[in-house]
């Protein structure tokens, strides 16, 4: 282990200078990056020695010498992720794949180490990396009750820019700012990108606009939302005294007036019914008996005799 340490900060040792990076490299997550790298003379690749590194000498991309590639002490991150031209060293061609590229690659600085016969380059091809994944095309939520807009994205890398545009009636745009974006939230998933959440206040918008921006591919991603109008005051007033639902009322009175009507049909029929019954008995009754018979005879006798008796006194009167 102390030997690999020693061998990667030979360099450094020697008293070569650091430097930052003069130029930068970008790349898409998960795709090939070519590292590009040329020397204006040609070389024996048999008698040097290439080393493809970071600038603090503490990371080992690649490693070439006395004609072949030794990958013994290339760096653990990097492993199975790198190819050179070997066809190509003698021309000057001392270009270098990352493939794929990897989110824990960005801003990393790299340079090339020459060593030819004693003279040593230390200062070949210095970089920076960049690496960019475009963020998904954003989804935007509206919530009516509280009259906010939720905008979402994810997949992305690096950190974003993420910006609310809104449009009146009229057809002017505003930038929404605080305190009419509510809510920021930015969280970096497990495999290194990026996710975001923000939450806008759109009272008195006919549209919102979310943008999310990718300061390393340069490129913006949006979606745009039309917005339900906001609630009217006086309307609302009107409608906390008058039914806001007009149909479930008069369904409701139309039942009640159904269920009036059949309890009155059913009273009449029930009436009706009951008469009826009570004329059937009355013309179905037992016939009069005997008894009553002679009864209603004697009766009439009696009757009869009453009025003889009566006769001489209207005759004496």
Same mark, same amino acid.
């Given at each position: 282990m102390?030997?690999?340490?020693?061998?990667?900060?030979?360099?450094?040792?020697?008293?070569? +200078?650091?430097? #930052? #990076?003069?130029?930068?490299?970008?790349?898409?997550?998960g795709e090939p990056l070519l590292w590009q790298c040329t020397l204006s003379e040609q070389f024996d690749p048999e008698k040097v020695g290439i080393y493809w590194q970071n600038q603090n000498n503490n990371e080992m991309?690649?490693?070439?010498?006395?004609?072949?590639?030794?990958?013994?002490? @290339?760096?653990?991150s990097f492993k199975n992720r790198t190819k050179i031209f070997p066809d190509q060293l003698r021309s000057g061609n001392l270009s270098l794949i990352i493939d794929p590229l990897m989110p824990e690659d960005n801003l990393k600085s790299l340079k090339v180490v020459f060593n030819h016969?004693?003279?040593?380059?230390?200062?070949?091809? @210095?970089?920076?990396?960049?690496?960019?994944?475009?963020?998904?095309?954003?989804?935007?939520?509206?919530?009516?009750?509280?009259?906010t807009a939720t905008c979402t994205t994810q997949g992305g890398f690096p950190e974003p820019e993420l910006a609310w545009i809104s449009t009146d009636h009229e057809g002017h745009e505003r930038a929404l700012e605080p305190p009419d974006v509510l809510t920021l939230q930015i969280h970096?998933?497990?495999?290194?990108?990026?996710?975001i959440i923000s939450t806008a206040n759109f009272t008195g918008s006919k549209t919102v606009t979310c943008t999310v921006y990718n300061p390393t591919s340069n490129k913006t991603v949006g979606a745009t939302a039309?917005? +339900?109008?906001?609630?009217? +005051?006086?309307?609302?007033?009107?409608t906390d005294e008058v039914p806001s639902e007009g149909l479930p009322v008069a369904a409701t009175a139309v039942i009640g007036v159904f269920i009036v009507l059949v309890v009155l049909v059913?009273?009449?029929?029930?009436?009706?019914?009951?008469?009826? @019954?009570?004329?059937? @008995?009355?013309?179905?009754?037992?016939? +009069?008996?005997? #008894?009553?018979?002679?009864n209603g005879a004697l009766l009439a006798e009696n009757g009869g005799a009453d009025s003889r008796r009566e006769s001489p006194r209207e005759a004496q009167l």
């Open positions: 102390m030997a690999k340490k020693r061998f990667y900060f030979f360099f450094a040792l020697c008293g070569f +200078p650091l430097v #930052a #990076a003069s130029s930068e490299t970008n790349g898409t997550r991309l690649h490693y070439y010498r006395n004609g072949k590639e030794d990958l013994e002490h @290339q760096s653990v016969a004693g003279d040593i380059k230390d200062k070949l091809c @210095q970089t920076m990396v960049h690496v960019a994944a475009n963020f998904k095309e954003p989804n935007i939520e509206i919530n009516q009750k509280k009259m970096k998933e497990e495999d290194g990108t990026y996710s039309d917005l +339900p109008a906001a609630p009217n +005051p006086e309307s609302k007033q009107e059913v009273l009449a029929a029930f009436g009706y019914k009951k008469y009826h @019954q009570q004329r059937q @008995q009355r013309s179905n009754g037992p016939e +009069p008996s005997a #008894a009553y018979l002679s």
